[in-house]
């Protein structure tokens, strides 16, 4: 079992810049592929980016790139994404996920086993 905790949501104003941490514990974090979701009312979840067990591979959806940036700290069993130049269609709740499939086939087509709860990004305009 994967627990997954999600931190450093909030309401920015748009332009700004928030952190968020996903911390996981319970199971061999190094070897998991993680993952970030957001999900606005009224629509579908979204994967926003993710990244390989090994660091090798980073994934985004178009309307992030070159904005946010995933990242993993094996130490510290976590993830982070660093999110810029937040425009106020990015509010949702942002959750982190966890796969333990054996190979990357991307943040869309990669079994995700374990979520977090969320955290609530709002950006104000």
């Not at 996903?22 to 629509?43: D, E, I, L, V, Y």
């Not at 660093?82 to 054996?102: G, H, I, R, W």
Request: hydrophobic share 35%; with cysteine.
């Amino acid at each position: 079992q994967v627990q997954l905790v999600e931190s450093g949501g909030g309401l920015v104003q748009a332009g700004g810049s928030l952190r968020l941490a996903c911390t996981a514990s319970g199971r061999t974090f190094g070897n998991a592929h993680m993952g970030w979701f957001r999900q606005a009312p009224g629509k579908e979840r979204e994967a926003v980016a993710a990244i390989s067990r090994s660091d090798t591979y980073t994934a985004y959806t178009d309307s992030v790139k070159g904005r946010f940036t995933i990242s993993r700290d094996n130490a510290k069993n976590t993830i982070y994404l660093q999110m810029n130049s937040l425009k106020p269609e990015d509010t949702a709740v942002y959750s982190c996920a966890f796969s333990s499939a054996p190979f990357w086939l991307g943040m869309v087509t990669t079994r995700w086993d374990y979520w977090g709860q969320g955290t609530q990004v709002t950006v104000s305009s």
